[in-house]
């Protein structure tokens, strides 16, 4: 079992940054494929950002391409989000995923409010 727990969410102003970031329990977490999602008011929840478990290869939403950028550090079992040039469409609130292959575990989520 892996417990995640966000932090870092709150409001700003269209055009500001904030850095999310995910701490993870268990011993396997450089093992595990982590990302960063999304669910705004009335939407479904969306895919944000991934990284693989070496933090070699990243992936992003064209949404958030360019402006978003994610990070790992596995000697402190956490997973950083890191967001420029906010709009208010990013007002939403944001998971951490941990993917260990053969189970996907989920945080409770951190709100993001960014206005316009």
């Known amino acids: 079992q892996v417990q995640l727990v966000e932090s870092g969410g709150g409001l700003v102003q269209a055009g500001g940054s904030l850095r999310l970031s995910c701490v993870a329990s268990g011993r396997t977490f450089s093992t595990y494929g982590m990302g960063w999602y999304r669910q705004a008011p009335g939407k479904e929840r969306e895919f944000v950002a991934r990284i693989s478990w070496s933090g070699g290869n990243t992936y992003y939403s064209d949404s958030v391409k360019g402006r978003f950028s994610i990070s790992r550090d596995n000697a402190k079992n956490a997973v950083n989000l890191q967001m420029n040039s906010l709009k208010p469409e990013d007002t939403a609130i944001y998971y951490c995923?941990?993917?260990?292959?053969?189970?996907?575990?989920w945080g409770q989520g951190t709100q993001v409010t960014v206005s316009s």
């Open positions: 995923n941990a993917d260990s292959g053969t189970g996907r575990y």
